[in-house]
């Protein structure tokens, strides 16, 4: 058998880094996860070839050679796996699907052979004995949450990991809080479930030794969902793999709450965590309490964010605009709280409604869905009807992003990161800079220096860490490249 595993295209999204990519000389952000980890579940006897849309093209060779694709995706690449499907149909080519898209969305895709939905763990099993058996089903779906022990090692040798900025592994699944607007428990649960330190190690050394030396995201959507099993295992296995084996930049996503534990965040930086996305959503207590956002209300988040920051993270953040309670004033509250907490990298996104949610549900009830999920709330578009009305939250968005990436703030918040951070990102000169960083630095020194709009902001801040920061030299033209992205992204919503 062959099997073609496609990747839909992304389109241009904040966390994409479209126009940072160009800067470091890789295709895209990030690689293609779940499809890896699903081809490692196939059977050995079987043919793999991974294309990867973003990357690379899908040839008319790949489709005569394939005799099933696999098809996976999220809601934001929803036209690209139609047309992808739509090209397979027209090859002849029995196409499998599965993944978030098309576990939320499943009636969506009539022109799916199989959807095997859910987590993979569970189902894909299934369906491969049932097309033994020459009786496949149509839909494959889940009565029951997937043992993380189960799951392999992804398959890396299907990948050309040169046209990637960082790599990717999976910790845990499933998330303790209750958010009404994510549809992240919908999906895998309210009860973490994680993977044996062991696992996790395995699939570092596997991307070690196919030669990996760059970041490492972890795309738990809550990396201390469990903080006494994460203490008591993940961090230390981590600690002793980077001293054996690394150093290794990581990232991932938690919550506020991590803050509260000093000791905790001690242990997140002392395992490699170098970069933490929290989701931050809103100053208002009026907005935290609409959404059920429990973990952080009633908070200095300021000085949570400070903190974590003083212990060695760079800190990302998530706010939303959009909810019922938010007046007019709700856009100045916002950019005053990313210009204190000095977060640079703030993804502000008008509320969505995925289907599956809770706020979904309460909407749908009231006729305010308005269409489908675009799957990237940082467009300017939402699937609500707000009650503000759309043009004035759309107005003071705008505005919004205007103003937090314009060069003079950027750069400021980016230098309060710089102070309050204790250690340089990249764990300081402990190594020499890669070659494509040296290099990211010569086009940054062209394009930013020279080029854009913004060279004051850039020299200036290139001249305060050399005399302030030395050692934090790499991580300031990281984020010098990271807000030169945003602004272009931001420019077109």
Avoid at 367 to 394: H, Q, Y
Wanted: glycine letters at 10%; a positive charge.
């Amino acid at each position: 058998m062959n099997a073609l595993l496609i990747c839909p295209r992304f389109p241009d999204t904040f966390w994409g880094f479209k126009h940072a990519l160009t800067f470091v000389g890789k295709r895209a952000s990030f690689p293609p996860l779940g499809l890896l980890t699903v081809a490692a579940m196939l059977p050995a006897a079987w043919s793999l070839r991974l294309v990867d849309l973003n990357v690379t093209t899908l040839r008319g060779a790949d489709l005569a050679w394939a005799d099933v694709a696999m098809v996976t995706g999220m809601s934001v690449q929803r036209a690209s796996a139609k047309a992808v499907i739509a090209r397979c149909g027209a090859a002849g080519v029995r196409v499998v699907a599965g993944g978030p898209l098309f576990t939320v969305e499943p009636d969506d895709f009539p022109e799916v052979d199989h959807l095997v939905l859910d987590e993979a763990e569970v189902t894909l099993p299934r369906f491969l004995a049932d097309l033994a058996a020459g009786r496949p089903a149509r839909v494959y779906r889940s009565d029951g949450w997937a043992d993380l022990g189960h799951t392999p090692v992804p398959l890396w040798r299907l990948l050309d990991l040169r046209r990637y900025a960082q790599m990717s592994v999976q910790y845990s699944r499933g998330c303790p809080f209750n958010c009404d607007f994510c549809n992240v428990t919908a999906l895998f649960g309210h009860r973490p479930r994680a993977k044996a330190p062991g696992q996790v190690a395995a699939e570092l050394d596997a991307l070690r030794d196919a030669g990996w030396r760059g970041p490492v995201f972890f795309v738990d959507d809550n990396l201390i969902g469990s903080p006494q099993e994460v203490k008591a295992g993940l961090l230390p296995a981590l600690a002793a793999w980077q001293r054996a084996r690394g150093p290794l930049p990581f990232k991932t996503q938690a919550s506020i709450n991590l803050a509260d534990d000093p000791g905790l965040t001690a242990m997140v930086v002392a395992a490699g965590f170098e970069t933490v996305f929290v989701g931050i959503e809103t100053p208002a207590e009026e907005g935290l309490a609409e959404c059920r956002k429990q973990q952080n209300r009633g908070r200095d988040l300021v000085a949570d964010v400070r903190r974590l920051q003083r212990a060695g993270l760079e800190v990302q953040g998530g706010f939303i605009v959009g909810f019922d309670s938010d007046g007019p004033a709700i856009f100045g509250r916002q950019a005053e709280l990313i210009r204190a907490s000095g977060i640079p990298t703030a993804m502000v996104g008008m509320l969505q409604a995925p289907p599956g949610t809770r706020l979904y549900e309460r909407l749908w009830q009231a006729r305010r869905i308005s269409g489908p999920l675009s799957g990237d709330n940082v467009t300017g578009t939402t699937n609500i009807v707000p009650a503000m009305g759309l043009e004035r939250l759309r107005s003071g968005y705008r505005r919004l992003l205007a103003e937090i990436y314009a060069p003079r703030q950027y750069y400021r918040r980016v230098r309060a990161l710089l102070r309050e951070c204790p250690r340089p990102r990249l764990r300081g000169g402990a190594r020499w800079p890669q070659r494509e960083e040296v290099a990211a630095f010569g086009r940054s020194l062209v394009r930013l220096g020279v080029v854009a709009r913004e060279r004051w902001e850039y020299w200036k801040l290139l001249a305060w860490t050399v005399c302030h920061r030395p050692r934090s030299l790499g991580a300031a033209v990281t984020l010098a490249i990271t807000g030169y992205h945003c602004r272009r992204f931001c420019q077109g919503t």
